[in-house]
C-alpha cells in the first residue's frame, strides 16, 4: 500500500517535470535559437542584421500598408457577418457558419489560386467575360486574397463573443424606444469593441506574416514576410531570415497581451449570463450589415465554385468542357503527400490534445506555480507567424545532441508546438466546467492525484479533448508557413505539393488537390461536430 | 379602460405559454401576474412589450391597438429581470438613453435625468458606472430608466428577485410612491405572494399558459376560483366537504374532540398539528403554549369552492 503510494507519487512528478521538459524544449529553446540567430554574430551581440529596415525601408512600409488595409477591411466585413446573427433565422445561421468553416478548412492559398483563374491575364472573368487584359498582381490582390482568407475566422471569433452577450440591453434598449441603427452604434459596437480590436489585430499580424500571397499574387510588390522566405529558400541567409522574422514577430508579442487580457474579461464576462435570443428589426444599419455581408459570401462562394470547377473542367479553343484529366494528372502528386499529411496531422492533433490536458491539469487544477509559468511558454506559439517558429525549429534542431533536421519527428514535434495553445484553450474551457467539489469528494475517498487525473478529469473533459483534436487535426493538415523549412524535399506534405503546383502555374491540378483537402477536413469536422452533438445530448 | 388585452394565444410547438388570456387595467392600477414556474407569465409580459410574436389576440392601450408595432413603437416600457443596465454607461446616461428617441436635447435630458435621480434617490451617484452600484441601486437605474420616458404603461418582471428580503420591502413601497407620482399604469411578474399582497390592486393568477382567476387580494385568498388557485395562495386542509386555511381553525382550551399532535414553534406565530375523527389538520396561532398531547377544541367554517 505505501509502496504503491510512494510509486504513484514519483510518477506524479516524473509526468510533470517531463511535461516541463518538453515544454522548455520544444517551445523556448526554438524561441531563444532565432533571437540568437539575429542577434548574434561571431560571438558578439549586434543589431547589424536590422540595417535592412533602414535600406530596405520599402518592404516594411509594403508590409505595414497592405497589412493595415487587409486588417481593416477584413474586420468591417466580419463585423458585418458576425451582427447579421442578430437578424437571421436559425437555418440561415448555420448556412452562416458552413459557408464560414468552408474557409477555415480550406489551404491558405486557395485564394490566390483562384483569384489568378478569376482575375488573372487569362481570367475568367476579366478576360472571358469582361473581355480585358489587366495586370492583376500587386497589393490590391494581396489585399483581396488576404481579407477573403482571414474575414472567417474573425467573424467566428466575433460570433462567439456575440453569442455571451446579454440580450436584455438589447430588448431594454428597444423598450425605451431605440431602433436598430441606435441600438447598434449605441449598445453593441461600443460593448464589442475589445473583440473587434482584437480581431483587428489577430488580422493584422496575419496579414503581416502571410508570405504566400504576395509570393504568388504580389508580383512587384514584395513585403517583409517574402523576403524573410526568400532569404532562407533562395540566398541561404538564415541571419537575416531570423532578423526578419523578429521584426514580424515584435507586433504579435503586443497583440498576445491584449488578447490574453480580454480574453480573461471575456470569460469573466460571460460566466453568469442567461442567454436571451434578441432579435431586431430590419431596418436602417441593418441594410448596410446585409450588403456588406451578403457580398462577402457570395465572394466566398464563387471562389470555392471555381476550385471546385477547375478542378473537373479544362478549356480547349475557347469552349469549356467536363473531365476527370485533372484528377488523373494529379494522382502522382497525391499518393505520398496526402497519406503523409493525414498521418503527421493525426498523431500531432492527439499528442497536442493529450498534452494540453496533463499541462492544463497540474497548472490550472493542482495550482502548481512554475507549470503557470509552462503554461504561459507553451501558449507563446499562438499568434507568432508560423515561419518564425519553423525557423527556431531548424536553429535549434540541426546539431547534436538533439539533431532532428530532416526527419519525419522533427515536423510533426513542430505540428504538435504549434498547435498546443488551441488545444489548451479548448481543454481548459471544458475542464472549467469540472466542479471542485467533484475532485475534492474522489480526494475524499482516497484517490490519488493521478487517479483523478485518469478517472475524473480525462472522462470529464472528453468533449473538449475531442474539439481540440479536431482542430489540431485541420489546421494540421492545412498548415504551411511553420513546416515549410523543415519538410525534406522528398517527404512533402500535401500543402506544400499545393504551394509548389501554383507557384510553377499548374492551377488546374493545384485546384485538384485543394478540393481534396478541403473535402478531408470539410467532412472531418462535420463528422466530429455531429459526434460531438451527440454525445452532448445523449448527457443532458 | 387604460389597457384592454384580449384572448392572447401563444404555442412554442404543442406547448401552449399563453392560452386565451384576457384582462384589463386601469390607469394607475399595479396588476400583478402570480404563478408558478413556467406558466406563462414572461411570455405575457414579453407579448405586451412586443418581444414575442403573437400567434392571435389584441392589446389596446388608450383605445389604440397595439399588437402589430415594434417593440420600440410601443407606449410601453420594460423593467428586466437581470435588469439589461448598459454596462457601458454612466448611471445618468443610462437613465436619460430613452430620450435621445423622443427630440431632447442632451441638455434637457440631462436635467430631466437629474430630477429623476434624485425622485429615486440616487444622488451622488450619477457619473459612476452601473457596475460599480450595488444591486438595489441598479434596480432604481432601470426603473428610472423606463420611467423616465413616460409610458403608458409599466412592465416589470420578477424585479426584485435578485434583491433581500428587506431592501424587497423597501423597493415595495418604492414602487408604490412612484405609481402616484407618476400615475402610471404596471403589470408587475413575480412568484412571491408577498410581493403581489402588499402592492397589488388586483392579481391575476396564471397556470399553463390560462388565466385561472383575476381580482383584488382578499377576493382571490378568500374565494378561489379553482383548486390551482386555492393551493397555490397558503397553506390549506382539504377534506371531502371543502377546505379550511390553518389560520382560519381556532384552537379552544378545554374544548374537546381533538388533539395536538405536533408542534413548531416559527417565531411570532406556532404552527400546530391537529388531529380529530375526521382527520388531521394544520393549524396556525399565534398563541404558543398548546403542548403536544393536550387536548383542545376545534372551531372553523369548511369552506368550499
Ligand atoms: N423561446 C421559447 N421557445 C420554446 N419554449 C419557450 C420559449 N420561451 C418560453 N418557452 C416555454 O414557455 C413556457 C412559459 O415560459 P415563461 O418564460 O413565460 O414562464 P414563466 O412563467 O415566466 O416562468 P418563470 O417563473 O420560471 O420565469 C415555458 O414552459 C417555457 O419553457
Ligand atoms: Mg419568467
Redesign the pocket.
Known amino acids: 500500500m505505501d509502496g504503491g503510494r510512494r510509486l504513484l507519487n514519483v510518477t506524479d512528478r516524473a509526468l510533470r517535470i517531463f511535461m516541463a521538459f518538453l515544454v522548455l524544449v520544444f517551445v523556448l529553446y526554438p524561441f531563444i535559437a532565432v533571437f540568437l540567430k539575429a542577434l548574434l554574430k561571431e560571438g558578439s551581440f549586434g543589431f547589424s542584421e536590422f540595417l535592412f529596415i533602414k535600406e530596405e525601408l520599402y518592404l516594411l512600409k509594403n508590409s505595414l500598408k497592405s497589412s493595415f488595409l487587409t486588417a481593416s477591411i477584413s474586420t468591417i466585413f466580419a463585423i458585418s457577418l458576425s451582427l447579421m446573427t442578430f437578424f437571421i433565422s436559425k437555418r440561415q445561421r448555420s448556412f452562416l457558419m458552413f459557408v464560414l468553416l468552408l474557409t477555415m478548412v480550406s489551404p491558405p492559398f486557395i485564394g490566390s489560386l483562384t483569384y489568378i483563374q478569376l482575375f488573372g491575364r487569362n481570367g475568367f472573368i476579366t478576360k472571358t467575360i469582361l473581355g480585358l487584359s489587366i495586370n492583376p498582381y500587386g497589393m490590391w490582390g494581396v489585399v483581396s486574397v488576404q481579407t477573403l482568407g482571414f474575414t472567417s475566422a474573425t467573424a467566428m471569433l466575433l460570433i462567439t463573443y456575440l453569442d455571451s452577450f446579454d440580450g436584455t440591453m438589447i430588448e431594454a434598449a428597444r423598450s425605451l424606444g431605440a431602433k436598430t441603427s441606435s441600438i447598434l452604434v449605441d449598445i453593441v459596437l461600443p460593448l464589442i469593441r475589445p473583440a473587434i480590436l482584437v480581431s483587428f489585430l489577430l488580422n493584422f499580424i496575419r496579414a503581416m506574416a502571410d508570405f504566400t500571397s504576395p509570393m504568388i499574387i504580389g508580383g512587384a510588390f514584395n513585403t517583409l514576410a517574402t523576403e524573410g522566405y526568400l532569404s532562407i529558400i533562395a540566398k541561404g541567409n538564415s541571419p537575416r531570415a531570423s532578423a526578419i522574422s523578429l521584426v514580424l514577430f515584435l507586433p504579435s508579442i503586443v497583440v498576445f497581451i491584449i488578447y490574453s487580457y480580454y480574453y480573461k474579461q471575456q470569460q469573466r464576462a460571460s460566466k453568469n449570463l442567461r442567454r436571451v435570443s434578441s432579435r431586431m428589426e430590419k431596418s436602417g444599419l441593418y441594410y448596410v450589415l446585409a450588403f456588406l455581408a451578403g457580398f462577402f459570401i457570395l465572394w466566398l462562394l464563387i471562389q470555392y465554385l471555381a476550385v471546385f470547377s477547375a478542378a473537373i473542367t479544362d478549356r480547349y479553343q475557347g469552349k469549356t468542357f467536363f473531365t476527370l484529366q485533372n484528377i488523373k494528372d494529379a494522382r502522382p502528386h497525391i499518393r505520398d503527400s496526402f497519406v503523409r499529411s493525414i498521418g503527421y496531422s493525426l498523431i500531432g492533433a492527439l499528442v497536442s490534445s493529450l498534452l494540453a490536458l496533463v499541462l492544463s491539469y497540474y497548472a490550472f487544477i493542482r495550482n502548481f506555480k512554475y507549470m503557470k509559468v509552462i503554461d504561459f511558454i507553451a501558449n507563446m506559439p499562438y499568434i507568432v507567424p508560423g515561419t518564425f517558429f519553423g525557423l527556431g525549429y531548424i536553429f535549434a534542431f540541426n546539431k547534436e545532441p538533439l539533431k532532428l533536421t530532416g526527419t519525419a519527428l522533427i515536423v510533426i514535434l513542430n505540428l504538435i508546438f504549434r498547435q498546443l495553445p488551441m488545444s489548451i484553450r479548448t481543454v481548459q474551457t471544458s475542464m472549467g466546467q469540472i466542479e471542485e467539489e467533484t475532485m475534492a469528494s474522489a480526494k475524499d475517498l482516497g484517490a490519488h492525484n493521478l487517479y483523478i487525473l485518469k478517472d475524473l478529469v480525462f472522462p470529464l473533459s472528453a468533449s473538449g479533448l475531442f474539439l481540440a483534436f479536431t482542430n489540431g487535426f485541420i489546421s494540421s493538415m492545412t498548415t504551411v508557413g511553420s513546416i515549410i523549412f523543415l519538410v525534406y524535399p522528398s517527404r512533402k506534405l500535401a500543402t506544400l505539393v499545393l504551394f509548389d503546383l501554383v507557384n510553377s502555374g499548374k492551377y488546374k491540378v493545384a485546384s485538384v488537390l485543394s478540393v481534396f483537402i478541403i473535402l478531408i477536413c470539410l467532412g472531418t469536422s462535420l463528422v466530429s461536430y455531429a459526434v460531438y452533438r451527440r454525445g452532448h445530448v445523449s448527457r443532458s | 379602460m387604460l389597457v384592454e388585452v384580449k384572448n392572447l394565444n401563444k404555442s412554442?410547438?404543442d406547448?401552449k405559454?399563453l392560452d386565451q388570456v384576457s384582462f384589463e387595467a386601469e390607469k394607475q392600477e399595479i396588476i400583478c401576474v402570480l404563478?408558478?414556474?413556467?406558466?406563462?407569465?414572461?411570455?405575457?409580459l414579453q407579448s405586451l412589450g412586443g418581444f414575442v410574436e403573437l400567434d392571435s389576440g389584441t392589446i389596446m392601450i388608450d383605445g389604440k391597438s397595439i399588437e402589430k408595432l415594434a417593440a420600440e413603437d410601443r407606449p410601453v416600457a420594460t423593467v428586466f429581470q437581470s435588469y439589461g443596465l448598459f454596462p457601458h454607461m454612466s448611471v445618468l446616461d443610462n437613465i436619460i438613453y430613452g430620450l435621445k428617441f423622443r427630440n431632447y436635447k442632451k441638455k434637457a435630458a440631462r436635467q430631466e435625468g437629474m430630477v429623476m435621480v434624485r425622485t429615486l434617490g440616487l444622488e451622488g451617484h450619477e457619473n459612476k458606472k452601473v457596475t460599480q452600484l450595488s444591486g438595489g441601486q441598479q434596480q432604481r437605474v432601470a426603473l428610472g430608466r423606463a420611467l423616465i420616458v413616460r409610458p403608458k404603461l409599466l412592465l416589470l418582471d420578477?424585479p426584485f428577485s435578485n434583491l433581500d428580503t428587506r431592501l424587497r420591502d423597501s423597493m415595495r413601497q418604492e414602487l408604490l410612491r412612484i405609481r402616484d407620482i407618476f400615475g402610471i399604469t404596471m403589470v408587475f411578474?413575480t412568484?412571491d405572494q408577498e410581493d403581489a399582497f402588499s402592492i397589488a390592486d388586483r392579481i391575476i393568477l396564471?397556470n399553463h399558459?390560462r388565466l385561472e382567476q383575476i381580482g383584488g387580494a382578499r377576493d382571490v385568498y378568500d374565494q378561489p376560483a379553482s383548486d390551482f388557485v386555492l393551493n397555490f395562495l397558503g397553506r390549506t386542509n382539504l377534506s371531502d366537504e371543502g377546505y379550511v386555511r390553518p389560520e382560519a381553525i381556532r384552537l379552544v382550551r378545554g374544548g374537546r374532540g381533538a388533539r395536538i399532535v405536533g408542534k413548531v414553534f416559527k417565531g411570532f406565530y406556532s404552527q400546530y398539528t391537529v388531529e380529530d375523527d375526521k382527520g388531521s389538520y394544520q393549524v396556525i396561532s399565534l398563541e404558543d403554549d398548546f403542548e403536544v398531547g393536550q387536548e383542545v377544541g376545534l372551531e372553523m367554517e369548511i369552506r368550499s369552492i
Not at chain 2, 35 to 44: R, V, Y
Open positions: 412554442y410547438g406547448l405559454a404563478g408558478p414556474s413556467g406558466c406563462g407569465k414572461t411570455t405575457l420578477e411578474v412568484h396564471m399558459g
